[in-house]
């Protein structure tokens, strides 16, 4: 601002020493055009306006104008497709993928923005004017040729809470003002979806059990309605208006649902139950018409299903979609009058997708295709065994299929940032698992939109954990950026935020702390899945025997790479067998390592902090969260190794040292029980379905969901492992 200001007064003084010019203040801003087709999308109206308030704020004088309507003034901005008349033939002869972008000055001085589809035009749009936000001007000879590696790109919000409503079921969420008021303003839907194009994602899931009784009605069914209509009117408007405003910014907003449930009221007038687990004809005739309904009245609303969990049994689940739910979606086409079928997503979860989905091609072409990155967790960057042959052979079918990266019941509540953990795993999902689209959860999915931090205000999800969706966002549009660049790039997003000299050392702490919760589940844990919290502990039996507490192979044979689990490792040391890929022992030496370096870097960055001073203590608190959960199960896993070893030594020193180190554990905890009362909780699944390690609720409420209810748990199992020690000495 003072050079802006100085160059002024500069001016001033040279018209004055001249005899008398005009002033700064008077000298009009240059005129740019923006011209744009005549019927132009939507989305290019958009994209043509952002880049006008781009052009505004660095001083210019910008106008959209149709071609061919109005006489363009000032230099030209051509916003157009690829092949239209107005972009020059040396433009026109390059390639371009689906929703690509060329930007180019021409001979004439004019700038083209020439897309390969509507999206193109929009990016290209939304590019330029990034460029000249940066720039302060608008560039010289440009030429920028981009486009996205992944066809979908996006993340879900899910329209359920972190505890089960009373009277109902998982996933039983009305909608209403009540549950979801951030449903119901716009001002949050416009900031949002502005947050999601500004990071080129072009798809938004909903993620409801039964959403068709919130948003359509049924004329053979009028009491299967769930909210009353005075709800149920500001639903159509609203859904309408996100999925206008959504589809305005290029995104595709998709509807999850699950089968087979039916709304309350329609359950209690039949007698049946709200989720089903084998087809009838009521339940049938009553999906396939709000299925249809709901097309008709939402043609541009996609749909993605989960055939499994309520429904069981692979014959059931393939006739359910192949003669329910696909037919439902020709019935809602005929209706409105739709020629071509709108893209339908199936979830693998639950089903044998291996026989479902080629018999759902022989219904509906345009299926697309879903499966977990990583379960529920985010473990590595090298998926194998079945798991990645499922993704392979969805792959395979000639559609789209989608990476979902789901729960990340290990990651939360904390804040995670590891962008070249990101970057890997979105190689991955591209090279190893043949997908096409990535789609992401936030950290804390139960609790949308509201972070898991005590705050007051409650922080926004995509504000805590900007890092984490920008990350999968960059990477889900071009996972191939040379690392120099990528470093440079998040250098400069992080000093924005807190500061050039604190940037590389926060960076560098995001990276390292980003490393642990993934070697910690995938070692030692039971599962990937929501059934545990990993911050929130293990105890001492489940690290043991693992196989009492329903540990899932799965974990450690698809979802990490090749290596040991406890009781192999210490088999194997007692027989002196070779060890082979990641053990124990190096996990703990590993997460032990970055977890110390992530706080070394942290407290480096402290003191050159000049931005965000409570969001870098809040991240900074993250980090020793981290650091003692690491700590935690270093010394317990540890213990757990004694454990075990005495089953083969009998030598009351292993079980002695265990307690020592188990001792220790507990001091861990009361760290992390410390640090851990600056969040909320620390799941946000507060239900029975949480199991380890222990239930996420007693007597249907939310219970055991911070650390300073578990550390009594932890307590009293050292008090007991200490009396059985003593036992043990006394020959007992």
């Known amino acids: 601002m003072p050079s802006v200001r100085r160059a002024s007064f500069v001016l001033v003084l040279l018209c004055a020493a001249m005899g008398g010019c005009a002033t700064a203040q008077s000298v009009p801003a240059p005129a740019v055009s923006i011209v744009i087709d005549p019927g132009a999308a939507p989305r ?3 994209g043509a306006h952002r880049l006008a308030a781009a ?10 104008v149709a071609a061919g309507a109005d006489r363009p003034t000032g230099r030209s901005i051509i916003v157009a497709n690829l092949h239209s008349a107005g972009v020059p033939k040396d433009i026109q002869n390059q390639q371009l993928k689906s929703e690509g972008f060329i930007i180019a000055t021409s001979g004439g001085g004019a700038v083209v923005v020439a897309g390969a589809d509507d999206s193109g035009q929009l990016y290209g749009c939304l590019e330029l004017a990034g460029r000249v936000r940066q720039a302060k001007r608008l560039p010289a000879d440009l030429h920028v040729v981009d486009a996205p590696a992944f066809k979908l790109r996006g993340p879900c919000i899910g329209m359920q809470k972190t505890y089960i409503l009373p009277g109902r079921h998982e996933y039983e969420y009305p909608y209403t003002p009540d549950l979801f008021p951030f449903f119901y303003d716009k001002q949050f839907w416009r900031e949002y979806l502005d947050y999601l194009v500004d990071q080129r994602m072009n798809t938004l899931y909903l993620w409801s059990g039964h959403p068709f009784a919130s948003l359509v009605k049924l004329d053979d069914y009028p009491y299967a309605l769930e909210v009353p209509e005075d709800v149920y009117q500001k639903n ?7 999925a206008t405003e959504a589809d305005k910014r290029g995104i595709w907003v998709v509807q999850m649902f699950y089968n087979i449930l039916v709304s309350k009221p329609f359950a209690e007038h039949n007698g049946i139950k709200t989720q089903l687990a084998a087809p009838t004809p009521l339940a049938a005739d009553y999906t396939r018409k709000s299925v249809a309904q709901f097309v008709k009245q939402y043609p541009n609303v996609g749909l993605m299903f989960c055939l499994g969990e309520a429904l069981k049994g692979q014959e059931n689940q393939t006739q359910w979609c192949t003669q329910v739910l696909l037919p439902a979606i020709h019935d809602g086409m005929a209706a409105a009058h739709l020629t071509q079928e709108p893209p339908v997503i199936i979830r693998t979860h639950a089903t044998d997708a291996r026989i479902v989905v080629p018999a759902a091609l022989r219904v509906y072409k345009n299926l697309y295709t879903e499966e977990k990155y990583n379960g529920e967790s985010l473990t590595t960057w090298e998926p ?3 798991r990645q042959e499922l993704h392979l052979t969805m792959s395979r079918l000639g559609s789209t299929h989608i990476v979902n990266v789901h729960i990340l019941a290990n990651l939360e509540p904390f804040r995670y940032g590891a962008q070249r953990f990101i970057k890997k795993c979105a190689i991955a999902a591209r090279d190893r698992l043949g997908a096409r689209g990535i789609h992401l959860y936030p950290l804390s999915y139960w ?33 191939d950026i040379d690392d120099a660049t990528d470093h440079a790039y998040w250098i400069e997003r992080l000093s924005e935020r807190y500061g050039a000299e604190a940037a590389e050392n926060i960076l560098a702490a995001y990276n390292d702390s980003g490393e642990c919760a993934p070697r910690l589940v995938r070692r030692f844990g039971i599962t990937e899945g929501n059934r545990q919290t990993l911050s929130l502990g293990m105890t001492l039996d489940q690290l043991v025997n693992p196989e009492k507490y329903r540990a899932f192979p799965e974990l450690w044979e698809s979802q990490s790479p090749p290596g040991e689990r406890l009781q192999e490792y210490v088999d194997k040391e007692w027989n002196h067998q070779a060890h082979e890929g990641e053990t124990p022992p190096q996990t703990m030496d590993e997460v032990l390592d970055y977890s110390k370096k992530a706080v070394d870097e942290i407290d480096s960055a402290a003191s050159h902090v000049t931005k965000n001073q409570d969001e870098f203590r809040r991240l900074r608190n993250d980090i020793y969260c981290i650091r003692a959960m690491s700590q935690f199960y ?7 190794m004694l454990v075990l070893r005495y089953q083969h030594s009998h030598d009351i020193a292993d079980m002695e040292k265990a307690a020592e180190l188990l001792d220790q554990s507990v ?4 760290s992390l029980a410390k640090f851990g009362t600056w969040y909320r909780f620390a799941n946000g699944m507060q239900t029975g379905q949480r199991k380890i390690p222990v239930p996420g609720a007693v007597n249907g409420k939310p219970a055991n969901y911070l650390w300073s209810q578990l550390l009594p748990v932890y307590q009293k199992e050292l008090d007991d492992f200490h009396q059985q020690v003593a036992q043990l000495r006394r020959g007992g």
Not at 667 to 670: I, L, Q
């Open 667 to 670: 001091g861990y905890y009361g």
């Open 634 to 640: 270093a010394a317990k896993a540890n213990a757990a």
């Open 447 to 479: 609790n949308w939109p509201d972070a898991p931090d005590l705050t007051d205000p409650p922080l926004k999800q995509w504000d805590r954990d900007w890092i984490w969706f920008e990350a999968w966002a960059r990477y889900a549009w071009n996972p």
């Open 384 to 386: 194998r065994g079945q």
């Open 236 to 242: 159509v408007v609203m859904f309408r208006y996100i």
């Open 55 to 64: 052009l505004h704020a660095a001083g210019f004088q910008p106008a959209v």
């Open 44 to 46: 290019v109206q958009y």
